[in-house]
């Protein structure tokens, strides 16, 4: 029930939700009440020619049976139609509600192995939720034509009803036992088939086709494929001996009930108490009852087991969107405007080692500060807490004296243009790729193309900026080099052009010309914006005002480049190491 409500309300509040939930239930009526009319029909005609032989009358009784199935074919079906159209919508609307959760979830959500399990799962229901409508409808129609049946079949023998209703509690215990294990397998098998997808996307994308090959990574992985479906095929011959011995009790029950059915007829008829179209009356309606009652079982099993998965969907609808639903100020940002850490500290979930510890730094609204330090150092997550894509576990970070969450999530996020090391690319245009909307400014399109140096990728293609990334759906799409692809990135970042950017590691694909030149591109497009510059390669601090060092999560020098290299601390080192390596690098190769 309170799956079923949650459906009924969810398709209730859209637009012609009402006209479809009105019709689907005239058609649960129609078809009750029609196939029960059809039993009776040919018994009644039986019983009239065998006596009075009334003419009016048997016009009467053929014109619903041969009216009927017109009925059915002409008024039924064309409802189905419109009701299936605007199933369809409906669907729709569901799986846009759940890509839309989906991206709205927090990333610490989204990493949760539990919690993808639960996701993949509520996208297969997303699809079919909507069935809720077509079971909750037959179970009415079985119900409708049950009460209608159990009226005539009482009327000779009360004890056949409940020689019908037996078999039909065992058939349904018998079922309900199955749909159960059932139920129990396919979590397993589902947890199997996690596997299949990734190893099949290794040995098929052109991503993972290199090293696949240089590694021979091929058996391997197949392997890995053959092993997890092999365990998932036991669970499948478990389903299938469970779904024998189901059969196999089924058939037995219905051939006791048979028996007796007939036996109890054929009697009747020889002994002179019943009509040979009484008898096919009742048989007819016995049938109709034995069929319709069943088909209440199977169809409130078929909705209690799509409940399960409905609630698995209700589940994850519910997961708390904490950065979404935070904050409604609306936050300001220029020269003057202020980014506090203080004390901040942060574990990733499920993590006992802090990859932020106590931090403290501030940042001014006309500065470019430069972040460097070794891997793990917690560089990224300082980026991913400034952008509110993690809350922090300890501490604050304030802009201009008010804490971030406090800020409406959607319009912070606004405030930055970011390039990430791990950025990425869809199968869209070029132009798509870089504007990233319906509408654009083709004059900014084309100054953001030439600052991040791709004008020669669009113009060595004929398509220009219409030309594909990857060949996912046009043979023709291109499959841009890492820098090229890098180049794409910033130049998103560009034009979007907002008040802070922050480069996470943007020229890492680059070689140290085309890093150069695109530091020197950068240092003219961040002119009085704010920038946070996250960089292994220390050429970056020629565009920062500020340098901070980070060790073990925390700042552990601050300064300018030159007080910094005046120390003869960790950045010195840094700084005299990566020089040298350059230095060396030529005499090294000769």
């Known amino acids: ?30 078809t009750a009440v029609l196939p029960l009319a059809l039993v009776c029909m040919p018994g009644l005609i039986i019983n009239e020619l065998t006596g009075a032989r009334r003419v009016d009358v048997l016009l009467i009784y053929i014109g619903i049976t041969v009216g009927i199935p017109f009925i059915q074919s002409v008024v039924v079906s064309s409802l189905n139609v419109y009701l299936n159209n605007l199933r369809y919508l409906f669907m729709v609307r569901v799986k846009v509600d759940y890509i839309s959760h989906c991206a709205d979830m927090d990333l610490e959500s989204m990493e949760n192995p539990d919690i993808q ?28 034509s ?11 023998n009360p004890l056949l009803l409940a020689l019908v209703i037996a078999v039909v509690i065992i058939n349904y215990a018998n079922s309900k036992w199955l749909e159960k294990k059932k139920y129990s397998i396919n979590i397993e098998i589902g947890k199997l088939n996690r596997f299949g997808w990734p190893v099949t996307n290794y040995l098929s994308d052109l991503r993972y086709a290199k090293e696949v090959r240089l590694y021979q ?26 779904t024998r011995r ?55 099993l078929n909705l209690s087991m799509l409940s399960l998965s ?21 936050p300001e940002f220029d020269r003057n405007s202020v980014i506090e850490f203080k004390n901040v500290s942060f574990r990733y979930p499920g993590s006992e080692k802090y990859a932020l510890k106590n931090l403290n730094i501030v940042i001014h609204g006309n500065e470019k500060l430069c972040i460097v330090g070794v891997n793990g150092s917690g560089k990224s997550t300082f980026v991913k807490l400034l952008t509110r894509l993690y809350m922090p576990t300890e501490g604050e970070i304030l802009l201009n004296g008010k804490n971030i969450n406090e800020y409406d999530y959607l319009q912070y996020s606004r405030l930055f243009s970011s390039v990430f090391q791990d950025f990425a ?14 509408e654009y400014h083709f004059e900014r399109l084309e100054s953001a193309v030439r600052e991040s140096g791709l004008s020669s990728l669009v113009s060595s293609n004929k398509n220009g900026y219409d030309t594909i990334i990857y060949k996912w759906y046009d043979p023709e799409g291109i499959e841009p080099s890492g820098g090229e692809g890098q180049r794409i990135a910033i130049a998103r970042a560009c034009y979007h052009g907002r008040d802070i950017y922050i ?22 497009m961040i002119i009085g914006k704010c920038a946070i510059l996250i960089t292994h390669r220390l050429s970056a601090v020629q565009l920062a005002d500020k340098v901070a060092v980070f060790e073990d999560g925390q700042v552990a020098e601050y300064g300018t480049h030159t007080e910094l290299y005046a120390k003869g601390g960790i950045y010195t080192e840094m700084f005299d190491k990566q020089a040298q390596f350059y230095r060396d690098e030529k005499p090294q190769q000769e």
């Open 117 to 144: 399990i639960l996701r993949e799962r509520a996208e297969e229901t997303s699809s079919n939720s909507l069935n809720t409508f077509g079971y909750l409808s037959g179970l009415a129609s079985a119900v409708i």
């Open 1 to 30: 029930m309170k799956a079923t409500k949650y459906m009924m309300s969810f398709v209730w509040r859209i637009q012609d939700g009402k006209k479809y939930i009105f019709l689907h239930s005239f058609v649960s009526i129609l």
């Open 503 to 524: 480069l996470d590691e943007p020229t890492a694909a680059l070689d140290p010309m085309a890093e150069y030149e695109i530091y020197t591109q950068f240092n003219s």
């Open 246 to 300: 189901n059969g196999l009790i089924g058939a037995v029950v219905s051939l006791f009930q048979n028996v007796l059915l007939y036996g109890y007829f054929v009697y009747q008829v020889v002994i002179g108490v019943l009509a040979v179209g009484d008898m096919t009356i009742y048989m007819g309606a016995i049938s109709q009852f034995t069929a319709s009652l069943n088909n209440v079982t199977r169809q409130y």
């Open 310 to 330: 409905v609630q698995e969907l209700m589940e994850f609808m519910k997961i708390p969107l904490k950065n979404l639903n935070s904050g409604s100020d609306t």
């Open 146 to 156: 049950v009460i209608m049946c159990a009226s005539i079949i009482s009327v000779l």
């Open 425 to 438: 690319l869809y199968n869209l245009s070029l132009g798509e790729n870089i504007v990233m909307a319906d």
């Open 217 to 242: 990574l091929k058996d391997y992985f197949t392997r890995l494929y053959r092993d997890k479906r092999m365990e998932a095929g036991e669970y499948g011959k478990k389903d299938a001996a469970y």
